[in-house]
């Protein structure tokens, strides 16, 4: 009867420290992320990993297989990360829809200015085209992004509408459903 109680005693005892440690942290979420083209949704090429912190949203990326540098990096308003006719061509990812833009203010100004919501911090992607570097998104909370999605675009992001439009990252490269 002595042992039962202290074997109950360490499995609570360890049951409490995985869920207050963060290492299962309870309300972290983890995306698969598969690049994509006008044909539709291609090869998965990792996860990245939202969690909430005491600074806002971390995203921890642990992707393969992009091109080297800066990305356009957004929460796009749908969790569909097909692709869809726009007029009379095929469009990568463009179920997704734009910018996640709870408050309709219709600008693109980044993760720290007051546009979009969905405006995340550009995603650094190394020589060997892996991407492992978390970004830090103050404004937004895993909640926020569920039922929505993550998008990587093929170009850089200025966090400005000018000289191009949503930071001039052009087309979708990636993209995954935030479940
Ligand atoms: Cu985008
Ligand atoms: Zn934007």
């Known amino acids: 009867m002595r042992t039962m109680f202290l074997v109950l005693s360490i499995l609570l005892f360890v049951v409490s420290i995985l869920l207050f440690s963060g290492v299962v942290f309870a309300g972290d979420v983890t995306i698969k992320v598969s690049l994509v083209n006008d044909q539709g949704v291609g ?9 909430d912190s005491k600074y806002g949203l971390m995203l921890t990326p642990q992707l ?6 800066l990305h356009g990096f957004h929460v796009h308003d749908k969790p569909d990360c097909s692709h869809a006719m726009k007029e009379g061509r095929a469009v990568a990812a463009l179920a997704a829809g734009g910018h ?3 408050a309709n203010t219709g600008k693109h100004e980044g993760p ?11 995603l650094y992607v ?7 570097l978390p970004v830090l998104a103050p404004r937004l ?13 093929a170009g850089g992001d200025n ?8 930071g001039g990252g052009g087309a979708r490269s990636a993209c ?3 479940k």
């Open 64 to 69: 393969s297989d992009l091109t080297p540098g």
């Open 126 to 132: 190394s020589g060997d085209g892996k991407a492992t």
């Open 100 to 102: 996640y833009d709870p």
């Open 176 to 178: 995954g459903l935030v």
């Open 112 to 122: 720290y200015g007051n546009g979009h919501l969905g405006d995340l911090p550009a």
């Open 159 to 166: 966090y400005s509408d000018s000289p191009a439009g949503l």
């Open 43 to 51: 090869k998965e090429i990792g996860t990245i990993m939202a969690s």
């Open 141 to 153: 909370k895993v909640a926020d992004i569920k039922g929505r999605s993550l998008m990587i675009h």
